[in-house]
Nanobody, 121 residues
Framework: QVQLVESGGGLVLPGGSLRLSCAASGSIYSIGAVGWYRQAPGKQRELVASISTSGSTNYADFVKGRFTISRDVAKNTVYLQMNSLKPEDTAVYSC???????????????WGQGTRVTVSS
């Protein structure tokens, strides 16, 4: 079994920073692309940022210049550094990872349970 566990959410003032972590554990052979998503109340889930196995990154326009995604391969962990947070960043943030559980080339998609981020004064 594979588990993804997010952490690092919380309440922060506008303009503040948080660093989210997405840690994978279990029967992991290798991890492919990983994405951070968010879902605000009453809204659809949207992609925030993603990182490939080569380390190339992609960001939604609404976080460019403020958020940074990175990965620590040795720790099977992906981070989302969020700076200059705005009230509209308030949402549940979840990570999704493509993971190989054995030497076969097939990747499986896994989701974490999410971590809540609230930006408010």
């Amino acid at each position: 079994q594979v588990q993804l566990v997010e952490s690092g959410g919380g309440l922060v003032l506008p303009g503040g920073s948080l660093r989210l972590s997405c840690a994978a554990s279990g029967s992991i052979y290798s991890i492919g692309a990983v994405g951070w998503y968010r879902q605000a109340p009453g809204k659809q889930r949207e992609l925030v940022a993603s990182i490939s196995t080569s380390g190339s990154t992609n960001y939604a326009d609404f976080v460019k210049g403020r958020f940074t995604i990175s990965r620590d391969v040795a720790k099977n962990t992906v981070y989302l550094q969020m700076n200059s947070l705005k009230p509209e960043d308030t949402a549940v943030y979840s990570c999704n990872a493509a993971i190989r559980t054995d030497s076969s080339p097939r990747y499986y998609s896994y989701w974490g349970q999410g971590t809540r981020v609230t930006v408010s004064s």
